[in-house]
């Protein structure tokens, strides 16, 4: 089978010739259509004195509001936030230091961590021409301003565990399977 054409994007079809010369089309990539949702005509039932509530302004869509929210995504990430914080509480750190004081991180996501933060202007990198080369990591004053908000945060986390185990244990209870463990399945080889 012959495959002519490229794939153009989700649910999109190439044409394929098959071995007996028949030209036929097919899904791309073994995926499915995209299914587009149909749109409403306005309902009848409408009244003309519905109102229209509009979000506050801290809400509504401006440039400013993007760019907070591109702010946000950034120290808001699983990483961000406890590289932050040991920075805060340690000082100007080597990469490998911060690599064992930062629980569970892998060295790529350091990395990108780290230069995320960096270009933001939230960590100051610092290269000495040594052999080996030595590359220290420091909060800046911009990144040394979220000290207080991610120690909250922490001492937040910290004060409400027990409460927060205790709504997960309810949850759990009440909605059969979620957060069992898992089952182990054995597969029987013949």
Partial sequence: MAIKGTRAGVGARTSVTSADGVPRSAPTAGRRPVKMAKRRAPSANRTASARVVSAPPALQHTEAN???HEMLERIGDKWSVPVIHVLGVEGTLRFGELLRRVTGISQRMLTVTLRGLERDGLVRRTMYPEVPPRVE??????GATLREIVRALIDWSGAHLTAVDAARARFDQQVRGWGAPSRRIEIKRR
């Fill in 137 to 142: 990591y420091a909060l800046t004053p911009l």
């Fill in 66 to 68: 993007c760019r907070a």
